[in-house]
């Protein structure tokens, strides 16, 4: 079993090698790195020393190779000599992980597979290669089928394998009767799965090198799978002996009879509605609306996981149990769309604490020992500075108890020996005051966690677009007389309008038909906001006045009663204006994690990964185009249905929103339009930047520091270059798209069944042109790429610290005669203690912030934008040659953001707080990964992975 030596090596677990006989030649050959412990006359067992032997991930491929020392284990233990494999027509190897470290359920299996199968008592990989070049003759419209092949020798090349990966030789026997081999059949007899990266083949005749791109799990009960080289074809060009191998393929993955639950080994992509956020049999209170499939309640649609309805609403789906942390992780996704190991490792290690009925008893037991109210900002800095103690819990005990993986419990605090240390937030990591300035405020909308609601103000005062026959008139209370005295350069309101000086974040409609019903949740009073700015001389913008409204004691259809704040320097006024600034934030923090995060990106490229997956084979040159940008998506979108956005999950609980969150994402998403998710289309939508086909990215700035737009055009222009060099490749015309049968089928799916509740919309494309393909999958590779990544990672460097982005208000703005006023009046610490008492209270705000830690770190195995997980995703040399030309734009992209950031003209990009824009930011030069692991606040990853 050397596979099973191999996961020996690597963990601290001993292996026992069964039916082979071992001398203390072995071990002495061996050395130090093996410590021989036992011998018989059929069994060896091996453990390791103390110290390291094997390197991992980018350390090991720069270390150099071990394969020496692994080939004279190989032939001392089984005898076999390494030049016997060359007698093969046709060389391989294959790259294999073997099942994950952490699933220690199965070790048992894992251990027998390594001994029985892979050393050679059994044949437990099986692989057969299929000719695209010459016929089957029992079956002419198949390629022939070659004899089986087996993993035979392990090589251990440190320079091309990451960590977890095991590369074997193969031999095949192969003539050139049998001509060109153009997909490969693999069979598992083991007794748990492998995941299979590649298949190499040398010296294949008229052919040379032939490459298969699995990367795909291969479980013993799913049957045999076939994979193709890395050959890319249009349905029309493919090979005709591997033609219904394409086709098969796809009516497996499509799974459409196959109504579930599905299994673990099961891949199988379907559409379902989100029906499963409720638990209706816990009660009343835990129902959840659906979402999908009705006018009422309109949404993009999940993956479906095909369990069993509750008991009591046969259109609900039933839950996991998440006590249960195995099971809990455990639901079902399609099994290659799932974390590998090393994201595994650090999605549990980071996130144990989001599991919501583990974490919630933990702080509610610290909170319940101390004040339940922060008083004082000292009091939230000591989360950062390390000095609150974890006090005595039972529940967080009992949770370590139940937890199978002895190194998730090291990272949980043990009570009376651990502090709650959370990494201080980067926007008072320089200053811890500078947050609360006004310039910090206006500029955290043009370079914040949430960049992308600031909008132009073409008419004052501003209008509400509310129905006025349900509403009334929610026309802006903000007048001249509020504003006039703050404009620069003597300007008036009309030629600050004209001008394009006066912009406006307006939450007012946003929120306004929603309060009556959040302001009856308990611990909320939330106002709908308007915030007005004025673009000043040096680029920044300055907030002119806020207005917080309400719906009207009389009934909602008298209007709104409001109320303006203007800023002050000092006294009561400037406390109050604080407050406003806060409330204002309330409501964009919502905004920003249930449409700018979660339905703008999460949601809404999900059923792309679907009909992608069901309609394009991977052989098809936009499912290698866009497969890239699905990376772990369906996954952490089935992880936040289970413990982020369900009824009682951890955003309901810590944004104000709470139970009605999903159901205003879904009015939010009876106006979305894919055409205007591009960068560019949205800047002219919101009317912060003007058409210009001067310009490369034929859009032009109306404010000209504006990091995220800056940034993101040029990221846009190098992603739009891209896909254009790249599919004109395959579609050198509009009639060879329009013949494409599978990019039609894709196109049709994507609109009548994953967005089909907007089906019947007129901005859809008609697909028929290569010019609409490219903005389409412009547009997708943008939306899961840069904008994921401007609004995913500065989560806790803008937000970690709750004063700056709070997610709740809990009382009204102070009046006088009022306590709370008589308190602001005073000052110091006690108009602290109002703002601190007003926010996101002391147990919502642990739980909050450490979640977004959590949301905002990068993975260990992150792959940037302008990357690939494996070099040899495509043979055609035109395809790579673009590809290189595009990581190289993004390289000269990212030393233009940092000259831009050293730029002190430039006073968007810092702002008091010190802190350089850096979220688009593309890190592609980071080959190795090291630069962009954990809490980096740069860097953008393919795919929404987290």
């Given at each position: 079993?050397?596979?099973?030596?191999?996961?020996?090596?690597?963990?601290?677990?001993?292996?026992?090698?069964?039916?082979?006989?071992?001398?203390?030649?072995?071990?002495?050959?061996?050395?130090?790195?093996?410590?021989?412990?036992?011998?018989?006359?059929?069994?060896?067992?091996?453990?390791?020393?103390?110290?390291?032997?094997?390197?991992?991930?980018?350390?090991?491929?720069?270390?150099?190779?071990?394969?020496?020392?692994?080939?004279?284990?190989?032939?001392?233990?089984?005898?076999?000599?390494?030049?016997?494999?060359?007698?093969?027509?046709?060389?391989?190897?294959?790259?294999?992980?073997?099942?994950?470290?952490?699933?220690?359920?199965?070790?048992?299996?894992?251990?027998?597979?390594?001994?029985?199968?892979?050393?050679?008592?059994?044949?437990?990989?099986?692989?057969?290669?299929?000719?695209?070049?010459?016929?089957?003759?029992?079956?002419?419209?198949?390629?022939?089928?070659?004899?089986?092949?087996?993993?035979?020798?392990?090589?251990?090349?440190?320079?091309?394998?990451?960590?977890?990966?095991?590369?074997?030789?193969?031999?095949?026997?192969?003539?050139?009767?049998?001509?060109?081999?153009?997909?490969?059949?693999?069979?598992?007899?083991?007794?748990?799965?492998?995941?299979?990266?590649?298949?190499?083949?040398?010296?294949?005749?008229?052919?040379?090198?032939?490459?298969?791109?699995?990367?795909?799990?291969?479980?013993?009960?799913?049957?045999?799978?076939?994979?193709?080289?890395?050959?890319?074809?249009?349905?029309?060009?493919?090979?005709?002996?591997?033609?219904?191998?394409?086709?098969?393929?796809?009516?497996?993955?499509?799974?459409?009879?196959?109504?579930?639950?599905?299994?673990?080994?099961?891949?199988?992509?379907?559409?379902?509605?989100?029906?499963?956020?409720?638990?209706?049999?816990?009660?009343?209170?835990?129902?959840?609306?659906?979402?999908?499939?009705?006018?009422?309640?309109?949404?993009?649609?999940?993956?479906?996981?095909?369990?069993?309805?509750?008991?009591?609403?046969?259109?609900?789906?039933?839950?996991?149990?998440?006590?249960?942390?195995?099971?809990?992780?455990?639901?079902?996704?399609?099994?290659?769309?799932?974390?590998?190991?090393?994201?595994?490792?650090?999605?549990?290690?980071?996130?144990?604490?989001?599991?919501?009925?583990?974490?919630?008893?933990?702080?509610?037991?610290?909170?319940?020992?101390?004040?339940?109210?922060?008083?004082?900002?000292?009091?939230?800095?000591?989360?950062?500075d390390g000095l609150l103690e974890v006090p005595h819990s039972p529940a967080l005990a009992e949770i370590k108890k139940k937890i199978p993986f002895d190194f998730i419990k090291s990272i949980l605090p043990v009570a009376g020996d651990d502090f709650l240390n959370l990494p201080f937030p980067h926007v008072v990591k320089s200053d811890r005051s500078a947050w609360r300035t006004d310039e910090e405020f206006a500029r955290e909308m043009l370079a914040g966690v949430n960049p992308v609601c600031i909008r132009r103000l073409t008419e004052f005062p501003a209008?509400?677009?509310?129905?006025?026959?349900?509403?009334?008139?929610?026309?802006?209370?903000?007048?001249?007389?509020?504003?006039?005295?703050?404009?620069?350069?003597?300007?008036?309101?009309?030629?600050?309008?004209?001008?394009?000086?006066?912009?406006?974040?307006?939450?007012?409609?946003?929120?306004?038909?929603?309060?009556?019903?959040?302001?009856?949740?308990?611990?909320?009073?939330?106002?709908?906001?308007?915030?007005?700015?004025?673009?000043?001389?040096?680029?920044?913008?300055?907030?002119?006045?806020?207005?917080?409204?309400?719906?009207?004691?009389?009934?909602?259809?008298?209007?709104?009663?409001?109320?303006?704040?203007?800023?002050?320097?000092?006294?009561?006024?400037?406390?109050?204006?604080?407050?406003?600034?806060?409330?204002?934030?309330?409501?964009?923090?919502?905004?920003?994690?249930?449409?700018?995060?979660?339905?703008?990106?999460?949601?809404?490229?999900?059923?792309?990964?679907?009909?992608?997956?069901?309609?394009?084979?991977?052989?098809?040159?936009?499912?290698?185009?866009?497969?890239?940008?699905?990376?772990?998506?369906?996954?952490?979108?089935?992880?936040?249905?289970?413990?982020?956005?369900?009824?009682?999950?951890?955003?309901?609980?810590?944004?104000?929103?709470?139970?009605?969150?999903?159901?205003?994402?879904?009015?939010?998403?009876?106006?979305?339009?894919?055409?205007?998710?591009?960068?560019?289309?949205?800047?002219?939508?919101?009317?912060?930047?003007?058409?210009?086909?001067?310009?490369?990215?034929?859009?032009?700035?109306?404010?000209?520091?504006?990091?995220?737009?800056?940034?993101?055009?040029?990221?846009?222009?190098?992603?739009?270059?891209?896909?254009?060099?790249?599919?004109?490749?395959?579609?050198?015309?509009?009639?060879?798209?329009?013949?494409?049968?599978?990019?039609?089928?894709?196109?049709?799916?994507?609109?009548?069944?994953?967005?089909?509740?907007?089906?019947?919309?007129?901005?859809?494309?008609?697909?028929?042109?290569?010019?609409?393909?490219?903005?389409?999958?412009?547009?997708?590779?943008?939306?899961?790429?840069?904008?994921?990544?401007?609004?995913?990672?500065?989560?806790?460097?803008?937000?970690?610290?709750?004063?700056?982005?709070?997610?709740?208000?809990?009382?009204?703005?102070?009046?006088?005669?009022?306590?709370?006023?008589?308190?602001?009046?005073?000052?110091?610490?006690?108009?602290?203690?109002?703002?601190?008492?007003?926010?996101?209270?002391?147990?919502?705000?642990?739980?909050?912030?450490?979640?977004?830690?959590?949301?905002?770190?990068?993975?260990?195995?992150?792959?940037?934008?302008?990357?690939?997980?494996?070099?040899?995703?495509?043979?055609?040399?035109?395809?790579?040659?673009?590809?290189?030309?595009?990581?190289?734009?993004?390289?000269?992209?990212?030393?233009?953001?940092?000259?831009?950031?050293?730029?002190?003209?430039?006073?968007?990009?810092?702002?008091?707080?010190?802190?350089?824009?850096?979220?688009?930011?593309?890190?592609?030069?980071?080959?190795?990964?090291?630069?962009?692991?954990?809490?980096?606040?740069?860097?953008?990853?393919?795919?929404?992975?987290?």
């Open positions: 079993m050397l596979y099973g030596l191999v996961v020996a090596i690597i963990s601290p677990v001993g292996i026992r090698c069964q039916r082979y006989k071992s001398s203390r030649g072995v071990a002495a050959e061996i050395g130090h790195s093996l410590a021989f412990c036992h011998t018989s006359i059929d069994t060896c067992q091996f453990r390791l020393p103390p110290g390291p032997f094997f390197l991992s991930g980018a350390r090991a491929r720069r270390e150099g190779s071990s394969e020496m020392l692994l080939h004279g284990l190989w032939d001392k233990v089984t005898g076999k000599n390494k030049e016997a494999w060359k007698e093969g027509r046709i060389r391989g190897t294959a790259v294999l992980v073997k099942k994950d470290v952490l699933d220690l359920g199965d070790f048992h299996a894992s251990l027998l597979d390594g001994v029985h199968k892979i050393l050679g008592c059994e044949d437990g990989v099986a692989f057969h290669l299929v000719s695209a070049t010459a016929a089957d003759p029992n079956n002419g419209e198949r390629g022939k089928v070659g004899k089986a092949a087996h993993l035979e020798e392990l090589v251990v090349t440190m320079k091309s394998t990451a960590a977890g990966e095991s590369v074997f030789r193969v031999a095949f026997e192969w003539d050139d009767s049998q001509g060109i081999p153009g997909a490969v059949i693999v069979r598992n007899t083991n007794r748990s799965e492998f995941l299979l990266k590649t298949l190499t083949l040398e010296g294949v005749p008229g052919r040379g090198t032939v490459v298969f791109v699995a990367n795909s799990w291969i479980y013993p009960a799913a049957g045999d799978r076939v994979f193709f080289a890395n050959d890319t074809y249009l349905p029309s060009k493919m090979p005709v002996l591997l033609v219904q191998y394409r086709q098969d393929e796809l009516r497996n993955l499509r799974g459409d009879s196959k109504a579930g639950p599905y299994e673990e080994h099961d891949r199988v992509y379907r559409y379902d509605y989100y029906n499963d956020l409720g638990e209706p049999d816990k009660g009343e209170d835990h129902v959840r609306p659906m979402l999908g499939g009705s006018q009422e309640h309109p949404y993009p649609r999940r993956g479906r996981t095909g369990r069993r309805p509750t008991k009591t609403d046969p259109k609900s789906e039933s839950r996991l149990p998440l006590l249960n942390l195995k099971k809990a992780l455990n639901i079902y996704v399609p099994r290659d769309e799932r974390f590998g190991h090393l994201k595994l490792s650090d999605f549990l290690g980071y996130s144990l604490k989001a599991i919501t009925e583990a974490v919630v008893p933990i702080i509610r037991t610290y909170v319940d020992t101390t004040p339940k109210e922060f008083d004082s900002f000292q009091d939230i800095m000591n989360l950062y209008r509400s677009t509310l129905d006025h026959s349900v509403y009334g008139d929610h026309t802006s209370k903000i007048t001249e007389d509020h504003i006039q005295h703050n404009l620069e350069d003597g300007l008036s309101i009309k030629k600050a309008l004209e001008s394009n000086r006066l912009f406006i974040l307006d939450h007012h409609d946003n929120f306004m038909p929603f309060l009556d019903r959040i302001n009856k949740l308990e611990g909320n009073f939330i106002y709908a906001s308007r915030t007005l700015l004025f673009l000043k001389a040096d680029g920044t913008l300055k907030p002119l006045a806020i207005e917080l409204s309400l719906p009207h004691p009389d009934g909602q259809q008298h209007g709104a009663e409001s109320k303006v704040y203007t800023p002050a320097v000092e006294g009561v006024e400037s406390q109050i204006w604080q407050l406003a600034k806060a409330y204002a934030c309330v409501n964009d923090s919502a905004w920003h994690q249930l449409i700018s995060h979660w339905l703008n990106t999460h949601a809404v490229i999900e059923p792309f990964v679907i009909a992608t997956n069901r309609q394009l084979s991977v052989v098809h040159p936009v499912h290698k185009l866009l497969s890239p940008h699905y990376r772990d998506t369906m996954n952490i979108n089935a992880l936040a249905r289970q413990t982020l956005i369900n009824a009682g999950g951890i955003f309901e609980l810590t944004v104000f929103p709470g139970k009605y969150a999903l159901e205003m994402s879904s009015v939010v998403y009876k106006d979305w339009k894919l055409t205007e998710q591009g960068l560019p289309a949205d800047l002219v939508k919101r009317g912060v930047a003007v058409p210009d086909p001067s310009s490369p990215y034929n859009v032009r700035l109306l404010i000209k520091d504006y990091p995220y737009a800056v940034d993101g055009l040029v990221i846009w222009w190098a992603i739009e270059t891209w896909v254009k060099e790249y599919l004109t490749i395959y579609y050198p015309n509009d009639g060879v798209l329009r013949s494409d049968e599978e990019l039609q089928k894709w196109w049709k799916e994507v609109r009548e069944v994953g967005h089909g509740d907007l089906k019947d919309a007129d901005w859809w494309p008609k697909m028929d042109t290569v010019q609409e393909l490219a903005k389409m999958c412009t547009t997708i590779i943008w939306v899961a790429s840069a904008l994921h990544a401007a609004v995913n990672f500065g989560q806790y460097p803008y937000a970690g610290y709750l004063p700056n982005r709070p997610t709740v208000s809990r009382r009204p703005m102070p009046e006088p005669g009022m306590k709370e006023y008589a308190q602001l009046e005073r000052g110091g610490k006690e108009a602290d203690k109002v703002f601190i008492h007003t926010i996101t209270s002391q147990f919502q705000t642990i739980l909050g912030i450490t979640l977004i830690e959590i949301l905002s770190k990068h993975s260990s195995d992150e792959v940037y934008l302008g990357q690939r997980d494996t070099p040899e995703w495509t043979s055609d040399a035109k395809a790579l040659e673009a590809f290189k030309r595009f990581g190289s734009r993004l390289i000269e992209i990212e030393k233009r953001i940092t000259e831009m950031n050293g730029n002190p003209s430039l006073k968007n990009r810092n702002g008091p707080v010190k802190m350089p824009y850096m979220l688009l930011y593309p890190n592609t030069s980071d080959v190795t990964g090291e630069k962009g692991v954990g809490l980096t606040a740069m860097g953008i990853p393919n795919s929404i992975s987290i």
